[in-house]
């Protein structure tokens, strides 16, 4: 039952623990003096000290017995300590670095451990692909405790993606000493329609004694909700209204508010736990995803902490949610989630319960960052050639790729035809379905760079099969040049989108001879290009040059008449068929209500 | 990873669940308009109903989609609906009846599940004897889930017992279905000293992902404290000061405030709740022990709750710390504990939560009592021969048996010698040493029942080793007669007490005739028996039969001039080496202050 998240078992140094606490043994290391933020009762102890051996606590008290003369003194006085921060959803693919790299950005913001769902590696490069993510996780303190991807592909049937997995892939991996649930099972519809695979795939998960984790976005909290939960399902990062969230809670289901890149829905949620009349212990705190720009400037569970605090919630429930509650939500709270007796010594030294701001962290007892400086060192992982060369797209692209060619049975009227546009909308992942009116010339349908309507084109790039869909989008708002990116979620496609063909071309061209990125095109020119060769969504540079090149890529967006923010992250969200409402794959346009391929012509 | 507690594993009726959530398929049972105690969020729901398939609960909310033309409607406007109590420790043996009754005695108080710590019946009988027990228990729907005994003998050295459990029994039993865990470990002064045997048992526990429960009864709440939780100690049931419990929750115990026939903590314990300043998710409660009259007279967990409210606990709260607490303490949360769509249908039917009169219990969605009644057929169980057989005792008891003779290197002063009496108080079960003056008469030393001071004896009774410890014992108040007992915390050797020894060898050879029990004899007659065949500490009979034969014993020690309320258990205890302060076994005087054998007579 050991897992790989502890320095030592604690049936193997629990003598140790019993003869530190009583003082017959000097501890390794002993904090003094600080302001403890006790997460089992809600309290905050004043001149706490803690004594720490073997990468666990010893004892927590005056712990003068426990300092020898080897033993390290880490004066606390003035400072809080609280439990490590766990984040208990997040895929750390998103913020498009290697897993080294990751746990290098956040451990300085106090993050000890994450429940992590590989789920956007694994639709490129598999379950190969994870398990080279947690070797290189695995150089760094961070507790990277992974959750299988559940929903690989995404939307299966309407999408290609590098890899597929089932059932007797959840079993596998239910044996690996990283894993501790399944990740997030997406399809509620079939979870709550009990469809066989979903359903096969969390029993897997609950035979091996491990905790299913959620995603139910629908509005419906009666009978789908109970559905599902009922299904066994533990928690739940999908909600976007205070009641949603009570509701859940109420269930008996975690529910994990969510403050991220792409949804910023904890105000909306902080109701749920600010109202005083209800018990916590089933809120959590989550990021889901953040990009490296928002890692490198804003932070991440301190971030989210801080939030918590300003959308009312009490300094020190917040800090519950990130600890104890999470820790209890994956039954692991015999060994994290609490600055208690034979606990991992994972600690967080705060300035206060405000601001959040992080002076030194520690993972098992070692002070792994001071003064939001990482304190161990990281060489570049050597990601393996497959993980590092996985843009495959078949033959060549040239300008003619990006034809739109007539139905042969279709007429246009007046030169004209009406498509179905995908709409966009600043600072959401969700779409609309827009019917626009464009040119058809030489047989071919026509971008409108001069309406806003853009081609849009998605090319299978895992296997070279070919596959091209093809469509439109409007509301981007740039007049001319194309951008490109393998960062498409969640089959990470090779995805284009452009005013001409040329640029496209150049565009697509660009990210297939680098391995994988996203890159702005203009007039012949690259105007940016983030370079993310691992699986062509991470980059195999530091978090703080990824957010640099990331935001170089944002000013060429805007250069070229975009005005909303993070436009990549709009774009590649586009050919996510589980978001509403009209997407595009390498297999076509898709109606997200209905889970049909759409026709690209209105009245066809 | 499935345990022996519920119906059907969650993984075999998930799909079956979400139908009938969903209105696809009726619910075998609706409970219908109740007012949910919900554990989750500690509030009170009203107009509730709770959809029921499987043995499971498929749907909260309005149900009238489940309800087919079968499906069982269960009206409950106008009461409570709580999750079905769990014990969290309790020895079911002190009850006095075989498992099966016990389950029929404490189902209709609302106890639906306990944690069960058979550490009587395993001194007399061993792994077997609990083997036996569960074969019992398991004929009723009671969820009886054992944490194997950590402590048998009790005090190794110092007693003789009918077996013998070291860490290789705690490794086997950990493989049983029935077993969640290790039984209290009273050893704290091992566990704190860095003892190998208990260090050694809560490691194969802690390898096995099960809890180690516990008991550490010392006044120091730092060091010593400190060292047992470090050493994975997940729980304790004995405090006595609100400041003890509450130290113990702010380090992550889970703290279980007593409520038994032989400690009534409660009251004492009830501050470290009521404050409403600290979070009391780490706050349970037990009933440790209730004798078969307390039980049925004053009920189970019921009366624990209705105590819990009356010393100023919220009503709600009490019922988290019956419930939701003590399933997340034994990691069994994702089961047990709540009324919530996926858990085991464990529910009480409640009147108010006040008196907290139990109207119905259900378990896996079965109603199995009504109005304190249980509606499920319970056959007698046939113990096997060697569990009702166990009194074995070498040779003949005779008056002879219990000369007390001088040491021969021993002066009489005058005819008198100063012996250790153990002193007992009404209401205690801890003893004092004493010093009193007796006579020496033929060489031998005599009782004094005109100053209260009775001749004790303990034989051997389980391998028939001819072992005998003796002395004196002052407090019980009665003139003439003798009292034997088979139950003799914890080794259940024969215990016997009296005034003269022609009596104390009626009362010993009536105990070894029937198997076993207690009993009182007075001028060669008897006048009260308790035949407690089962181990010779249960009786074969109905809890209520018990609870009159134990009143009539009783009465019949009042008689004698004892006004000592139930002054069985007080002599119970006598030969419990765990207690301070001067015990008796079957290898003589033990001082338990220092865990060394006393001399009877003082200077000695």
């Given at each position: 039952?050991?897992?790989?998240?502890?320095?030592?078992?604690?049936?193997?140094?629990?003598?140790?623990?019993?003869d530190?606490a009583?003082?017959?043994?000097?501890?390794?290391?002993?904090?003094?003096?600080?302001?403890?933020?006790?997460?089992?009762t809600?309290?905050?102890?004043?001149?706490a000290?803690?004594?720490?051996?073997?990468?666990?606590?010893?004892?927590?008290?005056?712990?003068?017995?426990?300092?020898?003369?080897?033993?390290?003194?880490?004066?606390?006085?003035?400072?809080?300590i609280?439990?490590?921060?766990?984040?208990?959803?997040?895929?750390?693919?998103?913020?498009?670095?290697?897993?080294?790299?990751?746990?290098?950005?956040v451990?300085?913001?106090?993050?000890?451990?994450?429940?992590?769902?590989?789920?956007?590696?694994?639709?490129?490069?598999?379950?190969?692909?994870?398990?080279?993510?947690l070797?290189?996780?695995?150089?760094t303190?961070?507790?990277?405790?992974?959750?299988?991807?559940?929903?690989?592909?995404?939307?299966?049937?309407?999408?290609?993606?590098?890899?597929?997995?089932?059932?007797?892939?959840?079993?596998?991996?239910?044996?690996?000493?990283?894993?501790?649930?399944?990740?997030?099972?997406?399809?509620?519809?079939?979870?709550?329609?009990?469809?066989?695979?979903?359903?096969?795939?969390?029993a897997?998960?609950?035979?091996?004694?491990?905790?299913?984790?959620?995603?139910?976005?629908?509005?419906?909290?009666?009978?789908?909700?109970?559905?599902?939960v009922?299904?066994?399902?533990?928690?739940?990062?999908?909600?976007?209204?205070?009641?949603?969230?009570?509701?859940?809670?109420?269930?008996?289901?975690?529910?994990?508010?969510?403050?991220?890149?792409?949804?910023?829905?904890?105000?909306?949620?902080?109701?749920?736990?600010?109202?005083?009349?209800v018990?916590?212990?089933?809120?959590?705190?989550v990021t889901?995803?953040?990009?490296?720009?928002?890692?490198v400037?804003?932070?991440?569970?301190?971030?989210?902490?801080?939030?918590?605090?300003?959308?009312?919630?009490d300094?020190?429930?917040?800090?519950?949610?990130?600890?104890?509650?999470?820790?209890?939500?994956?039954q692991?709270?015999?060994?994290?989630?609490?600055?208690?007796?034979?606990k991992?010594?994972?600690?967080?030294?705060?300035?206060?319960?405000r601001?959040?701001?992080?002076?030194?962290v520690m993972?098992?007892?070692?002070?792994?960052?001071?003064?939001?400086?990482p304190t161990?060192?990281?060489?570049?992982?050597?990601?393996?050639?497959?993980?590092?060369?996985?843009?495959?797209?078949?033959?060549?692209?040239?300008?003619?790729?990006f034809?739109?060619?007539?139905?042969?049975?279709?007429?246009?009227?007046?030169?004209?035809?009406?498509?179905?546009?995908?709409?966009?909308?600043?600072?959401?992942?969700?779409?609309?379905?827009a019917?626009?009116?464009?040119?058809?010339?030489?047989?071919?349908?026509?971008?409108?760079?001069?309406?806003?309507?853009?081609?849009?084109?998605?090319?299978?790039?895992?296997?070279?099969?070919?596959?091209?869909?093809?469509?439109?989008?409007?509301?981007?708002?740039?007049?001319?040049?194309?951008m490109?990116?393998?960062?498409?979620?969640?089959?990470?496609?090779l995805?284009?989108?452009?005013?001409?063909?040329?640029?496209?071309?150049?565009?697509?061209?660009?990210?297939?001879?680098?391995?994988?990125?996203?890159?702005?095109?203009?007039?012949g020119?690259?105007?940016?290009l983030?370079?993310?060769?691992?699986?062509?969504?991470?980059a195999?540079?530091?978090?703080?040059?990824?957010s640099?090149?990331?935001?170089?890529?944002?000013?060429?967006?805007?250069?070229?008449?975009?005005?909303?923010?993070?436009?990549?992250?709009?774009?590649?969200?586009?050919?996510?068929?589980?978001?509403?409402?009209?997407?595009?794959?390498?297999?076509?346009?898709?109606?997200?209500?209905?889970?049909?391929?759409?026709?690209?012509?209105?009245?066809?």
């Open positions: 039952m050991f897992n790989a998240f502890c320095k030592k078992p604690l049936w193997e140094c629990a003598r140790a623990l019993a530190v009583h003082g017959r043994r000097p501890a390794d290391v002993v904090v003094k003096g600080a302001r403890l933020v006790n997460v089992c809600a309290e905050v102890q004043d001149g000290d803690v004594a720490i051996a073997e990468g666990r606590i010893a004892y927590v008290g005056h712990a003068d017995q426990c300092i020898g003369p080897d033993t390290q003194v880490v004066d606390a006085r003035g400072c809080y609280a439990p490590g921060f766990l984040d208990g959803h997040v895929h750390a693919e998103s913020s498009m670095v290697g897993a080294g790299e990751f746990a290098r950005a451990v300085p913001h106090g993050t000890t451990g994450i429940y992590w769902d590989p789920h956007e590696v694994c639709n490129v490069l598999g379950l190969e692909g994870v398990r080279a993510m070797e290189d996780a695995r150089r303190p961070l507790k990277a405790m992974v959750t299988t991807p559940s929903c690989v592909p995404a939307v299966p049937g309407f999408e290609d993606t590098g890899a597929v997995i089932g059932p007797e892939d959840i079993a596998e991996t239910m044996a690996w000493d990283t894993v501790v649930g399944l990740g997030e099972m997406m399809n509620f519809v079939g979870v709550v329609n009990g469809a066989e695979q979903p359903h096969a795939e969390m897997e998960t609950l035979k091996a004694g491990k905790v299913v984790t959620g995603h139910y976005a629908s509005p419906d909290v009666d009978r789908g909700l109970n559905a599902y009922a299904s066994g399902v533990r928690c739940c990062r999908e909600s976007t209204r205070a009641e949603e969230a009570l509701a859940k809670m109420r269930l008996g289901l975690y529910t994990q508010l969510r403050f991220s890149s792409a949804g910023r829905d904890l105000p909306q949620l902080a109701a749920a736990v600010t109202s005083g009349a018990d916590t212990r089933f809120a959590c705190l889901d995803d953040v990009h490296p720009h928002e890692l400037e804003d932070g991440h569970m301190d971030r989210v902490l801080r939030e918590a605090v300003r959308c009312g919630i300094p020190v429930t917040a800090v519950q949610m990130v600890t104890i509650n999470t820790a209890q939500c994956f692991m709270d015999h060994e994290l989630g609490s600055i208690a007796p034979g991992c010594a994972d600690i967080v030294f705060l300035e206060d319960l601001d959040f701001r992080v002076l030194r993972i098992d007892g070692v002070v792994v960052a001071e003064e939001g400086v161990f060192r990281l060489e570049a992982f050597a990601y393996p050639e497959w993980a590092v060369r996985s843009v495959h797209v078949r033959g060549e692209v040239t300008p003619a790729s034809t739109v060619p007539l139905p042969d049975d279709v007429q246009a009227r007046d030169g004209r035809v009406t498509v179905r546009a995908i709409e966009v909308a600043p600072g959401s992942i969700s779409t609309k379905e019917h626009v009116e464009v040119e058809v010339r030489d047989g071919a349908i026509q971008a409108d760079p001069a309406h806003d309507v853009l081609k849009a084109f998605v090319f299978e790039r895992h296997r070279a099969t070919g596959q091209v869909g093809c469509g439109f989008v409007r509301g981007f708002g740039i007049q001319r040049g194309a490109a990116s393998t960062v498409a979620h969640d089959a990470h496609n995805f284009v989108v452009g005013t001409n063909d040329e640029d496209m071309a150049l565009a697509a061209n660009a990210l297939i001879a680098c391995g994988g990125g996203q890159v702005v095109m203009a007039d020119e690259v105007l940016a983030v370079e993310l060769p691992i699986a062509g969504i991470m195999d540079v530091a978090a703080e040059e990824a640099c090149a990331v935001h170089e890529l944002e000013r060429a967006w805007h250069e070229l008449g975009c005005a909303i923010p993070a436009p990549f992250m709009t774009m590649a969200f586009i050919p996510l068929a589980r978001l509403p409402e009209l997407c595009l794959t390498d297999r076509g346009l898709v109606d997200c209500t209905t889970f049909r391929f759409a026709p690209l012509l209105v009245g066809e």
